[in-house]
């Protein structure tokens, strides 16, 4: 009922710098929070950034101002722009969305599908 589809993973050196987005598309009545998740191998998921459809923002401590999420509410999309990347931000990234959909009751969290992002050093 809801897809998620994100782009702009890929393979950076050290330093370099990425842009991911992520599009909801669907029976859609309102995209409320969305967020970006990643997970590295043998490590659990964990949040990178969210950003409430208001624009109230919160990051996770471990970025320490390198990354910048933003969204674009009439397009049901949300972008995470990564500077500074480390080696240790190597991990698939997820984009989140909580979904009202039209007729529904309550809203629902939906995923992506990741895309790989890799930082050489």
């Known amino acids: 009922q809801v897809q998620l589809v994100e782009s702009g993973g890929g393979l950076v050196q050290a330093g370099g710098s990425l842009r991911l987005s992520c599009a909801a598309s669907g029976r859609i009545f309102r995209v409320n929070a969305m967020g970006w998740y990643r997970q590295a191998p043998g490590k659990q998921r964990e949040m990178v950034a969210a950003?409430?459809?208001?624009?109230?923002?919160k990051y996770a401590d471990f970025e320490k101002g390198r990354f910048t999420i933003s969204r674009d509410n009439a397009k049901n999309t949300v972008y995470l722009q990564m500077h500074s990347l480390k080696p240790e931000d190597t991990a698939v990234y997820y984009c989140?969305?909580?979904?009202?959909?039209?007729?529904?009751?309550?809203?629902?969290?939906?995923w992506g599908q990741g895309t790989q992002v890799t930082v050489s050093s």
């Open positions: 950003i409430t459809r208001a624009g109230s923002i």
């Open positions: 989140n969305a909580n979904v009202h959909l039209m007729g529904g009751m309550m809203p629902d969290d939906y």
